[in-house]
């Protein structure tokens, strides 16, 4: 059974840092692309940022280009994001997601971040 | 502004059909055949319902059916239960660097 659980939000001030991560179990997580994928309150699913099997790639997009850093330890079977400079935008639900082939598979429960004065 | 274009709600009866359309361009939903369709229930994690434009993942019932035509790609609910009461959100494989993966605004679909 395919298990994903994100940690690490909470409440963090603007300019903040924060490192969200998530435990994967139940495929062979080194072979697959790894995404997380954000939600802000009432809006839609906005993607974030992709690593490949061995993260030898990475991709983000332009709104947290320089700001964030996607990882994963496939030791561990888990996927990080290390979040800094955070803004009142970034404020958003974050999910993990596994690139099953070409969609997301499955999805983790998410973390809410909140960035906040 | 969310790249690919959705209605905000769709309604219908229970055992009614309903279709919510995902408009992009021939750059993301026009350009490849890697559109799919998530399921998300407030509070808990979105689910796949459809890949490939038209795949349907095991376990998924097969009311739930996927098409495209050109830069517009369809979700049809048939034979719409209460259980499928939710929010709907379409994804398409874009190939740009920074924004390979693009997603539609959501649709809620209310069962009436």
């Known amino acids: 059974e395919v298990q994903m659980v994100e940690s690490g939000g909470g409440l963090v001030q603007p300019g903040g840092s924060l490192r969200l991560s998530c435990a994967a179990s139940?495929?062979?997580?080194?072979?697959?692309?790894m995404h997380w994928v954000r939600q802000v309150p009432g809006k839609g699913l906005v993607w974030v940022s992709g690593i490949n099997g061995d993260g030898s790639s990475t991709k983000y997009a332009d709104s947290v280009k320089g700001r964030f850093t996607i990882s994963r330890d496939n030791a561990k079977n888990t996927l990080s994001l290390q979040m800094s400079s955070l803004r009142v935008e970034d404020t958003a639900v974050y999910y993990c997601a596994w690139d099953s082939g070409w969609h997301f598979g499955f999805w983790g429960q998410g973390t809410q971040v909140t960035v906040s004065s | 502004q969310s790249a690919l274009t959705q209605p905000r709600s769709v309604s219908g009866s229970p055992g009614q059909s309903v279709t919510i359309s995902c408009t992009g361009t021939?750059?993301?939903?026009?350009?490849?055949?890697?559109v799919s369709w998530y399921q998300h229930h407030p509070g808990k994690a979105p689910k796949v319902m459809i890949y490939?434009?038209?795949q349907r993942p095991s376990g998924v019932p097969d009311r739930f059916s996927g098409s495209k035509s050109g830069n517009t790609a369809s979700l049809t609910i048939s034979g719409l239960q209460a259980e499928d009461e939710a929010d709907y959100y379409c994804c398409s494989y874009s190939g740009t660097y920074t924004s390979p993966w693009v997603f539609g605004g959501g649709t809620k679909v209310t069962v009436l």
């Open positions: 021939s750059s993301d939903v026009g350009g490849y055949n890697y």
């Open positions: 139940g495929f062979t997580f080194s072979r697959f692309w």
């Open positions: 490939d434009v038209s």
